[in-house]
Structures are given as structure tokens and as C-alpha cells.
């Protein structure tokens, strides 16, 4: 916010301020893609009883460096009966999917993409995207396992969009705003003040609340997960079955940016999370630039907070990632049809019904 | 309807057991034995690259005859009672020069059987197992400490010595019939 108006009147023109602007999250996402992809085999490793990369750098901290600049050199090769214009199409689609939620999280009170009124609305709708662009790169790669890929994400994604609208829509029938930036800042000041403790409802409806949010918390994670394609829900990539599933077929930088959308959408649905339940970008304790007069500290501070819940997030999925086997594809679909749908749905109805009973 | 939440139950319990154990496994220190840098022990007795102690061998053959796999090549030549070839630290008297002994490790099947019929004890198995080569020919290792001049001098020598024994023979040979001849 402070950061548009600030850059709309250096530049004189609120289009080149949007331009601009909406680079932010690539600065941000790309030093965390590299980050994360070292986390992940470091986790991977530690809880395997492993070491991990440790060649390239203090603790192979430079190996995803490395690995990019091997993947920038590599040869880009199209199979000879792909659909070439959507093949090449497919991965960026799939990054610009995942780079438009990004549009709408405020990582901090100075800055959010757009400040539009639906934002929840509109992160789930780009989810959407997301799938058209795997479906688009597994179906023109002309490939069983690819196309078969595809064909598992639509199905899962699309299935376990409705649980998670279910308790999205829960929580803003508490609140009663779909902006992901008054929702971050309704939840201010303190830890009780998170909508996973009943936001800011009187306290009785506040404690009646707290085991149904946290239902509603534990859906949506689960749901998440699901639809950024991580284990246990990874079928549509599943390597021992597929091979890489929908980007089977992909090499060099194409197969870069899937890895990059890949986890640029682990931190999107982290940060939508930790948005929704937890605070998003709102210290628990309250701010050290407050306490010391520095007013311009808060807004870093707070970037630094949503950083941290989102890279928590990210680690809990890494976590899961290596605990948990992969689901079957009818195991993946009982647990949406059968458990997180009619749960989120009960969890909806009561937490309408303490919402409208307004004790 | 008492099965689907008590498979709620199990499913969010056993999930949270299993994050318990890998979370244990995050902080234990790892068993990666990082391989050139640190290298496991070897077992007592492992059999590896065979190694042949020149100074004692007495040039018996019999390790040679024991491989299964015939990859021992000795050849000898009779030492010249005026030849001194020393003992071996057992104490045993050599009385051979052993001009090849060649060990073919690509055929080697690390059986260890050459090891216990050797009278003297000289060829054993080390700790060496990295000697991998990009040529075959380069596995085959001579063991031999004479030079070729020397092993020529040796060969030359030994025929000389059994020429001049003919020699002898026939010399000592020829006069017979004709002293019977005498008598």
C-alpha cells in the first residue's frame, strides 16, 4: 500500500507503479525457490538419517545455485509429436498460475499486490489456472504417463477446491470480508486475536468457536497440500508411477519453471493459511518499532513475521512429505468425497449457526 | 458411523505419530560414511588385493597350482650350486630364482586358497581395494625383483651350467664302452 503510493508518485504514473510493483514477488519468490529446494533435500536428508548436499558451498548451501545454471545450459528439447505451441505454452501458464495468487497476499501492511475487495475469490479462481496449464502440459506432450498426470491433478485439484471454498467461506461468514489484507489486519495486536482462536468475537462465541476453526484450520491445510500436488497427494507427479508425471516430457529451463511454480505455489497456499488463521503478516506479540518509536520498522517487521509463518508452513509440508506414503487415487478421492467435504460442510453450518446466534 | 470417526481418529493420531518419528530422526546424527574422504574398517581377515613378498618366496608353485581360476603365472630357474640366494626369515634355503611371477587381478576371484598352502608365508592378502585401471593389461601385476638382464644372466647361466653337466656326462659317458672294450 505504502509502497504503490510511494512508487506511483516517483514514477508520475500509476501504470508503471503496477509494473513495477508486481515484480516484488518474483524478487522475493525466486531467492525462496532456491532456498527451499536446498531445505527440502536438507530436511529429505536429515530425517533419512543423511547428510545432504554438502559439496557446493558451506553445507551445499550454493547446490540449487548450481543446479540452476546446469538446467539454464541443458539442451531444450520438444518430443517430435508434441503439440508445440501449447507444450511451450504450459509452463509458463503454470508459473503465471501460481505467481497470480501472489497478487492478492499482503506480505506486509506496506505492501499487497492489489488490495481488491475479493481477494480470497480471486486466489481460487488463479488456482483454476494452475490446472489448466498442467493439463495443457501433460496432455501436449503426447505421452501416456504425462497425460495420465494431467488427467490425476485435474481431478484432485478440482475435487479438493470445494473443501477448501467450504471453509473459506466459513471464515468470512465470521468476518465478513473476502480482502486477505482486512482479514491480516483484523487480526492485529495479538495471539488471541487470530481468527484460529475466533478472531474478533465476543469471547463466549470466541471460545465456542476455537475446536471448529481449528477443524476448519486442519481441513484447509490438508486440502492445500492437495492442491499444490505435494505428498501424500503428489499422484499426478508421482515419480515410482509416472516417471515425473505431467512434466515427464519437459527439460532445461521449461522444467525449471514447473519446479519454480512448484514451489512458488508451496509458499502461496502457506502464506494463504497462515493469512486466514493465522495473523498472516501480524506479529502475536505486538512490535519492537512501536515499543521504540521507529515507525518505519513495523512494516519490515512484519514481512519478516509472514516470511516466518510461511516458511513454517513450507517446512511442515516437507515434514509431511517425508512421513507420509503417497495415497492411492481412490484413497485420495474418499478423503475429499467422504471426509473433508461433509466435515467442512458440518463445520460450516455450526460455525454459521454460533455466528448468527451472536452471544 | 462409529467407524468413520474412529477412521478420523486413527487417521489424524497415526499421522501425528509418524511426524513424531521423522521429527526424532531430523536431529540424529547420520550414518553417511562419506567414502573418499573417510573410509569404513575393514573387517579382520577381508580379502582384498593380494600382495607377494619376493624375499621369501622360494618359487614352490604351490599357490600357482591351488588357484582355482589360474591367475598365477611362476616360472623358475635352477640357482648354480655357487649361486647364493640367501634364506628366507623362516630360514628356509632358496634354491630357486624365480623369474615371473605374474598375478592377473581382473581374473582374481579373491578366494584367499593361495594363501594357506605358501610354506613360507610370503603371499597374503592386504587392505589395498582401490585399483581400478582403465586397461585390463594394467591388472596384471609382476611381483618379480630381478631385472630382465638379470633374469637373462640367471637363464643363460642355468643353461651354461646344464650344457657344461652334459658335457661332462657325455664325457664321462664316452670312455666307458671303450674301457670295456679294453678289458
Known sequence: ?359 | MREYFSNIWSGLFTVLVGMKITFKHLFEPSVTIQYPDEKPKLPERARNRLYVNMDDCIGCDQCSRACPVSCIEIETVKALPTDDLGKTSQGKKKALWVTKFNIDFAKCCYCQLCVFPCPTECIYMTETYEFSEYQRDSLNYSFVTLTPSEIEEKKDNFAKFEAEKAAQKAAAAAPKPAQKTDE
Request: proline share 4%; charged share 10%; with cysteine.
Open chain 1, 1 to 359: 500500500m505504502i509502497i504503490y503510493e510511494y512508487l506511483s508518485e516517483l514514477f508520475g504514473s500509476p501504470v508503471l507503479a503496477s509494473v513495477i510493483q508486481s515484480l516484488f514477488p518474483l524478487i522475493f519468490l525466486i531467492p525462496f525457490a532456491l532456498f527451499a529446494v536446498w531445505l527440502e533435500r536438507k530436511v529429505s536428508a536429515f530425517m533419512q538419517d543423511r547428510i545432504g548436499p554438502n559439496r557446493v558451498g558451506k553445507h551445499g548451501w550454493l547446490q540449487t545455485v548450481a543446479d540452476i545454471l546446469k538446467l539454464i545450459q541443458k539442451e531444450d528439447i520438444t518430443a517430435a509429436n508434441a503439440d508445440k505451441p501449447l507444450f511451450n505454452i504450459a509452463p509458463v501458464l503454470v508459473f503465471a498460475g501460481s505467481y497470480l495468487a501472489f497478487a492478492a497476499i499482503p506480505f506486509s501492511s506496506a505492501y499487497i499486490g492489489s488490495s481488491i475487495d475479493l481477494g480470497l475469490l480471486f486466489i481460487v479462481a488463479a488456482s483454476g489456472f494452475v490446472v489448466a496449464g498442467i493439463l495443457m502440459g501433460g496432455w501436449a506432450s503426447n505421452n501416456k504417463y504425462s497425460l495420465l498426470g494431467a488427467v490425476r491433478s485435474a481431478a484432485q485439484v478440482v475435487s479438493y477446491e470445494i473443501p477448501t471454498v467450504l471453509v473459506i467461506l466459513s471464515v468470512v461468514m465470521l468476518t465478513g470480508s473476502l480482502s486477505l489484507y482486512e482479514l491480516s489486519e483484523m487480526q492485529t495486536s495479538s495471539i488471541h486475536n487470530w481468527i484460529l482462536f475466533g478472531g474478533n468475537a465476543p469471547l463466549l462465541q470466541k471460545i465456542l468457536l476455537i475446536p471448529f476453526m481449528f477443524i476448519g484450520f486442519i481441513i484447509l491445510y490438508i486440502s492445500s497440500l492437495a492442491e499444490v500436488n505435494r505428498t501424500p497427494f503428489d499422484i499426478p507427479e508421482a515419480e515410482s508411477e509416472l516417471v515425473a508425471g505431467f512434466h515427464t516430457e519437459y527439460s532445461g529451463m521449461k522444467f525449471a519453471m514447473f519446479f519454480l511454480a512448484e514451489y512458488a505455489n508451496m509458499f502461496a497456499v502457506s502464506a494463504i493459511v497462515s493469512a486466514i488463521f493465522l495473523g498472516g503478516y501480524q506479529s502475536p506479540f505486538g512490535y519492537l518499532g512501536n515499543t521504540l518509536g521507529l515507525t518505519w520498522l513495523v512494516p519490515i517487521e512484519q514481512f519478516l513475521w509472514f516470511s516466518a509463518k510461511g516458511l513454517f508452513f513450507v517446512f511442515v509440508q516437507m515434514w509431511l512429505r517425508w512421513t507420509l506414503p503417497r495415497l492411492r487415487v481412490d484413497q485420495l478421492m474418499a478423503l475429499c468425497w467422504k471426509y473433508l467435504i461433509p466435515i467442512a460442510f458440518v463445520n460450516l453450518l455450526i460455525i454459521g449457526l454460533i455466528v448468527l446466534i451472536k452471544i
